[in-house]
Structure formats: structure tokens, C-alpha cells
């Protein structure tokens, strides 16, 4: 357990002005680099964490992921991302990510399958055994 000193800022990733559907994006922004400028903000607090919300690409608000892979380009790319990191590890101020792995959205590409292919098919199950009935 961190000590009382142990502060986490949560900033939204979907800072004013972004895109709330992906499929009406076009282009690149870089709206992770805002970021850096209130980390020593975050500092001047006592805070030494910064937690940022789903930050990769998402169908729409970010808690239904389509690729874990790729930052959501509303907010940056892979670059705008690695720089704040860095940015964060020189100020020694701890980055959490809210990665969302306990659930996806209808574009992620096995449910995708799986809803094209419906119920009864191979990708119907998601690779997930069947529950024995009781």
C-alpha cells in the first residue's frame, strides 16, 4: 500500500472538443500531449500518479475497445503516447491505464465474427467452453 503522499490525478482521455464517435474522426489529434503540460501541476499538488481512462481505439467512448494494439487516434498516436510516459517517468509521477480487458465492443474483430456468424457457429462461442446445464 502506497504511503498518504500516494495521490492520483485522474484526467478524462477524452479531453473537451473530442470526437464522441470514432467513425466521425478523421485525421489525427494530438490530445495527449496536453497532458504534459499539467503533470507539474499534478506535482505541485503532492500528486505523484496520473490515471488515464481508456486510451485505446474504441468503437465510440472508449469502454467498447475495437483494437488493444493501436492509441485512439482522436487523442494521439503511438509517439504522443511514448512521449508522455517519458514525460511522466522523468517527474517520477506513476501512469495507470484503465485498460478495460473485461470487455470489448460489437467491432472487436471476434465479436464481429462471432455476431456474423451467429450462435451455432464455430466463432458463435468466442472460444469459450460451454456451461454444463444443472
Known amino acids: 500500500m502506497g ?7 485522474g484526467l478524462p482521455t477524452r479531453l473537451r472538443g473530442a470526437e464522441k464517435e470514432l467513425g466521425s474522426f478523421h485525421g489525427e489529434v ?18 505523484n500518479g ?24 482522436r487523442l494521439g498516436d ?25 470487455h470489448v465492443g460489437r467491432e472487436f474483430p471476434p465479436v464481429a465474427k462471432a455476431l456474423a456468424e451467429g450462435p451455432g457457429s464455430a466463432g458463435g462461442g468466442l472460444g469459450v467452453p460451454t456451461t454444463p446445464t444443472v
Open 3 to 9: 504511503s498518504p503522499r500516494d495521490l492520483v490525478a
Open 30 to 47: 494530438s490530445r495527449l500531449p496536453r497532458l504534459q503540460g499539467w503533470l507539474d501541476h499534478l506535482i505541485s499538488w503532492g500528486g
Open 50 to 73: 496520473l490515471l488515464l481512462g481508456p486510451i485505446f481505439t474504441p468503437a465510440s467512448h472508449g469502454y467498447d475497445t475495437v483494437d488493444y494494439f493501436q492509441i485512439d487516434p
Open 78 to 102: 503511438d509517439a504522443d503516447f511514448d512521449a508522455l510516459v517519458a514525460a511522466c517517468r522523468d517527474r517520477g509521477v506513476r501512469l495507470l491505464l484503465d485498460g478495460v480487458f473485461n
